[in-house]
């Protein structure tokens, strides 16, 4: 389940020049900062993966459970806030 999602943060971590090359090496480094999205989401719904260069940033929103849902009461303020985040 989470394999194949934690393959894509490697993959984007290599691409985006992090300096951590692994979700699970971001995990042990702490290298994982709360990325609050409000909405009444917990501040910590959604981490940014410190170590990426300011113009690559990367942000993981976990979710709930095992289905294929929408999430839309997550995914649209995170969606959001990583957008607006990206502004000059």
Same mark, same amino acid.
């Given at each position: 389940?989470? %394999?194949?999602?934690?393959? %894509?943060?490697?993959?984007?971590?290599?691409?985006?020049?992090?300096?951590?090359?692994?979700?699970?090496?971001? /995990?042990?480094?702490? %290298?994982?900062?709360?990325?609050?999205?409000?909405?009444?989401? %917990?501040?910590?719904?959604?981490?940014?993966?410190?170590?990426?260069?300011?113009?690559?940033?990367? /942000? /993981?929103?976990?979710?709930?459970?095992?289905?294929?849902?929408?999430?839309?009461?997550? /995914?649209?303020?995170?969606?959001?806030?990583?957008?607006?985040?990206?502004?000059?």
């Amino acid at each position: 389940m989470f %394999a194949g999602t934690k393959t %894509a943060i490697d993959r984007a971590l290599k691409v985006n020049g992090c300096t951590n090359n692994t979700y699970d090496s971001a /995990v042990a480094a702490g %290298a994982l900062q709360d990325f609050p999205i409000g909405s009444n989401n %917990a501040d910590s719904t959604c981490k940014q993966l410190t170590g990426c260069p300011a113009l690559y940033p990367l /942000v /993981v929103c976990a979710l709930p459970g095992n289905q294929h849902g929408t999430h839309d009461s997550i /995914v649209n303020p995170g969606f959001s806030t990583f957008l607006l985040g990206l502004e000059p």
